[in-house]
């Protein structure tokens, strides 16, 4: 029990951060991103190019693909997301139209994956030893993962919550139509915030590259996990997407150890209306924690 609650832990710890991307996205620039899961997934396939060509393990491998994240982030947000956010400052659409457009780009990063790598499974054996962890028995790829995704996960929300730039990004999630009142540039920081929701995106693919096998054509999944995430802690809350994700991540290792594993998908729909059910404002409902 202890080895399921530790793994689950783990595999929470990456659902998490890869959630505060999301959330970072549509809490802050609006966009719902439904491309998400191929970022996540061309990152992992980037960690093991890197590892397998040129020997850069996974932790140097983040110095590159991370501000390459970002840069993409940044060019795609001007040059995709931008006209529909001034297009809908008339029509009040933004959602929507995000949502067709970044479904357009889900297959298009999709069919460069495929072309580039091909549709077979895909890992790479780095640090996949077992580490002792109170008597329970954890690959060391699985612990290291979990102890980046706290890392960055916990700077980036004490720089949220902590520091002026924080506080003007949370400023336009609460209220982006006065944000301009206060001098704040609100297509810039929205825009900054796409971008750093791209980089932690991507820097959850290079976890989860480390200890476990991927697909060019999974990224749906990861996309609809982190929504199931983003939605059950509460639109925009960081705190919410972290306590939703290590709930999850415990939820889906005690069924797949207990029950079944062909289960655990079922097992995270389940919770998912459960919380709904609830509590439809999601675990911290929308505007806690801000």
Do not use: H
């Amino acid at each position: 029990m202890l080895t399921t609650l530790i793994a689950g832990l783990v595999l929470g710890g990456t659902y998490a951060l890869v959630a505060m991307g999301l959330t970072l996205q549509y809490g802050i620039s609006r966009i719902m991103n439904l491309a998400y899961g191929e970022t996540i997934i061309f990152a992992a396939f980037a960690a093991f190019f890197l590892f397998s060509n040129f020997a850069i393990n996974p932790i140097l491998g983040l110095v590159i693909v991370l501000p390459a994240a970002f840069i993409f982030g940044y060019v795609t947000y001007g040059a995709m997301m931008q006209p529909l956010v001034k297009r809908s400052a008339k029509t009040g659409t933004l959602e929507v139209d995000s949502i067709l457009a970044t479904f357009g780009l889900l297959f298009v990063i999709q069919g460069v994956m495929l072309v580039v790598f091909g549709s077979n499974y895909t890992s790479y054996n780095y640090l996949n030893f077992g580490v002792n962890v109170l008597g329970a028995n954890i690959a060391a790829n699985r612990l290291l993962a979990f102890g980046l995704a706290v890392a960055i996960g916990g700077t980036l929300y004490f720089l949220l919550t902590r520091t002026r730039w924080g506080t003007t990004i949370r400023a336009i999630a609460v209220a982006p139509n006065s944000a301009p009142l206060v001098g704040i540039d609100v297509n810039r920081t929205a825009r900054f915030a796409f971008a750093l929701g791209t980089m932690l995106a991507a820097s959850g693919g290079v976890m989860i590259s480390m200890y476990q096998t991927f697909t060019a054509s999974m990224g749906v999944v990861f996309t609809m996990k982190a929504l199931v995430i983003v939605i059950m802690g509460g639109l925009g809350n960081l705190m919410g997407a972290l306590v939703a994700g290590l709930l999850l991540g415990i939820v889906e290792t005690l069924v797949a150890t207990y029950v079944d594993p062909g289960l655990t998908l079922a097992s995270t729909y389940l919770i998912f209306l459960a919380i709904l059910l609830w509590k439809p404002s999601g675990l911290f409902g929308k505007a806690a924690g801000r």
